[in-house]
């Protein structure tokens, strides 16, 4: 199972940015998936999750400013982020976990995507 993180960017502080995260291979299930960032010298913190059922959970820092989403359809994730600060620059990356079709679990990680907000 592979995750392929894209949207990210340069934005001016207010600015907003929509990242996406397409999973592929043989999925069976999704359980959760969730985005997670990590800012230089800083470590890696939990952003936003969705729950296969559509519960959602966010860090107190982008409570009203994120909003996570998924087309289950295509099988992708997605952070809608709005009055970026420059606090929210970092790169971020999806992961998600569930089943492969032959009933395997899985827990991956995509590649990270540079989001720098300047002031």
């Known amino acids: 199972v592979q995750l392929q993180a894209s949207g990210g960017g340069l934005v001016q502080a207010g600015g907003s940015l929509r990242l996406s995260c397409a999973v592929s291979?043989?999925?069976?299930?999704?359980?959760?998936m969730g985005w997670h960032r990590q800012a230089p010298g800083k470590e890696r913190e939990m952003v936003a999750r969705?729950?296969?059922?559509?519960?959602?959970r966010y860090a107190d820092s982008v409570k009203g400013r994120f909003t996570i989403s998924t087309d289950n359809a295509k099988n992708t994730v997605y952070l809608q982020m709005d009055s970026l600060k420059p606090e929210d620059t970092a790169v971020y990356y999806c992961?998600?976990?569930?089943?492969?079709?032959?009933?395997?679990?899985?827990?991956?990680w995509g590649r990270g995507t540079q989001v720098t907000v300047s002031s």
């Open positions: 992961n998600g976990d569930g089943k492969q079709r032959i009933g395997v679990p899985f827990y991956s």
């Open positions: 291979g043989e999925i069976g299930k999704i359980n959760v």
């Open positions: 969705i729950s296969s059922g559509g519960s959602t």
